[in-house]
């Protein structure tokens, strides 16, 4: 089957879903596509422009639309309760037409149901070419990837429990195997942001075996490998640093994480099966 991956293609999530993972299912990557002949199925990436839109149902090209986080944000991670989720992903669906949705988290998947298409729950994979974390007797550096503003409550809690300790706090390291902690989690109580949004902090711990905190949002438990510390608020935090203090309780923290690492060639090939299932 001859597939071509297209968006917007501006964003983190379209370097994941888009490039990452349309190259390893065999696809032509092409954000906001111009050629759209010799294509038997399109899969459209988080969002697509009008005119890209346009251009599609001129071609008549069958689409999946693979969902992600498409929604307008922050507002919607921090305001939206489902049933203005619902709205916006009706609209979407739409205009997009889709033959079928790839959803981020089986909770977003169980929530397209209403729309009696195919849905695939289809979790992010880790950054490729990650470092190992090395796991080193004493903890140095806790790190955060993501926007800043995401932490809101959170950071003040974070920063002070880790001066307490001698420890330094990082927002966006270079890369996972620079600090000893990785922290997943953020100042969002809207519904998409608990229940739509990717697990891609965890499977990036995952994948490189830094021992990670992680909040209770339902793509960080649907992918749980075992070796995650929960909090629920920032109280918890201090709590959940000195689980993960010693060398010991990070190595066992890494093995557990590293075994339940979902790899890009597992996801790409659970989206190759499905893919084929289709009829269009």
């Not at 790839?102 to 695939?120: Q, S």
């Not at 640093?241 to 309780?249: D, G, K, N, P």
Request: aromatic share 8%; glycine share 8%.
């Amino acid at each position: 089957m001859n597939l071509l991956v297209t968006g917007r293609g501006t964003s983190g999530s379209w370097c994941i879903r888009g490039q990452q993972l349309g190259e390893a299912i065999g696809a032509t990557v092409q954000a906001n596509a111009s050629r759209l002949s010799g294509f038997d199925l399109g899969i459209v990436v988080k969002r697509a422009p009008a005119d890209l839109l346009h251009r599609l149902r001129v071609a008549k090209l069958p689409l999946v639309y693979d969902v992600v986080d498409g929604w307008p944000q922050p507002v919607g991670n921090v305001e939206w309760q489902r049933s203005q989720c619902m709205d916006w992903l009706r609209r979407q669906v739409r205009d997009i037409q889709p033959v079928g949705l790839v959803a981020a988290t089986r909770a977003m998947a169980e929530d397209c149901r209403e729309f009696e298409l195919p849905v695939l729950a289809l979790p992010h994979h880790p950054r490729p070419g990650q470092r190992q974390n090395p796991i080193r007797e004493r903890v140095q550096k806790v790190g955060y990837e993501g926007a800043p503003h995401y932490l809101g409550h959170w950071r003040d809690t974070i920063e002070r429990e880790c001066k307490t300790r001698g420890w330094e706090f990082v927002i966006n390291p270079a890369s996972l195997d620079a600090v000893d902690i990785v922290l997943a989690v953020r100042d969002c109580r809207g519904y998409p942001a608990k229940r739509w949004k990717s697990n891609v902090k965890l499977a990036n711990a995952q994948g490189s075996g830094t021992p990670c905190i992680a909040d209770h949002e339902e793509a960080y438990e649907e992918t749980a490998a075992g070796g995650e510390v929960w909090v629920s608020e920032p109280d918890d935090v201090g709590a959940a640093y000195e689980s993960l203090t010693s060398q010991e309780a990070r190595a066992k923290a890494s093995r557990q994480l590293q075994a339940g690492t979902l790899s890009l060639e597992r996801i790409a090939a659970e989206y190759q099966a499905w893919l084929q299932t289709l009829n269009f």
